[in-house]
């Protein structure tokens, strides 16, 4: 089935190291997007891509860094900049005039 | 300023009754678009509903429909026969820009903090 999968369901990372959150579509959608979710909030943009080699910064960049070598991927790296990384964070596609589908999500944690 | 408002933070419904969602939009743009979208527990997002801002007729998708009113700025989620299945976070977010690709916006989504729904029975 098509879908966008994002791994590890769960993640935990140590005071300045940097981690890396995967998104894989097989959707062939061209535009890829990387939200953040805190407790009791709407998603926040932090990066999004509309074509492969090219991504753009969304509202809360600062802290993150993210990659579009290939259409199917878009990983997000939250780096030892992020200062408050702990949260949910989902990735999402979209082809054309189609709604956002979105990926089940990651859960950042701070050991 | 907030662009997305849904002033409900929780909402209780009894089974098998309606519901209404609001939110209400801040935008100059004139061509625009609004979506619901579900959070389970789970996390993932489900994407419920579109009206777009030029559409004439009110967006219906099962039991999920929009009371689009366009001069008071609001979509709100209508949702009728409600379900166990129904409880969750409920999220408004407007899309700016055209319905054209590459808009120069890339459909980027701005989100209201969400309503959450519990149904009862």
């Known amino acids: 089935d098509g879908g966008i999968t994002q791994s590890p369901k769960y993640l935990f990372r140590k005071e300045g190291q940097n981690v890396t959150l995967s998104c894989e579509q097989n959707?062939?959608?061209?535009?890829m997007y990387w939200y953040r979710q805190d407790p009791g909030q709407g998603l926040r943009l932090i990066y999004y891509s509309q074509i492969v080699n090219d991504f753009q910064k969304g509202d809360i960049a600062e802290g993150y860094s993210v990659s579009r070598e290939k259409k199917e991927s878009f990983p997000l790296t939250v780096t030892s900049a992020q200062k408050n990384p702990t949260a949910f964070y989902l990735c999402?596609?979209?082809?054309?005039?189609?709604?956002?589908?979105f990926g089940d999500g990651t859960r950042l944690s701070i050991l | 300023a907030q662009k997305i408002t849904q002033t409900q933070p929780g909402m209780f419904v009894q089974e098998k009754e309606a519901v209404t969602l609001d939110c209400t939009y801040d935008?100059?743009?004139?061509?625009?678009?609004l979506f619901w979208y579900k959070q389970p527990s789970s996390g993932e997002m489900i994407f419920l509903i579109y009206q777009g801002s030029y559409d004439e007729q009110n967006a219906t998708e099962g039991r999920y429909s929009l009371n689009f009113q366009k001069a008071r700025k609001s979509a709100n989620l209508v949702i009728s026969a409600s379900q166990l299945g129904d409880s969750a976070m409920y999220f408004c977010?407007?899309?700016?820009?055209?319905?054209?690709?590459?808009?120069?916006?890339?459909?980027?989504?701005?989100f209201g903090t969400g309503t959450r729904l519990q149904v009862t029975l």
């Open positions: 935008t100059s743009d004139q061509s625009y678009g």
């Open positions: 977010a407007m899309r700016e820009g055209g319905r054209r690709r590459n808009t120069g916006t890339a459909s980027k989504l701005t």
């Open positions: 999402a596609s979209r082809q054309g005039d189609q709604p956002q589908h």
């Open positions: 959707l062939n959608h061209d535009a």
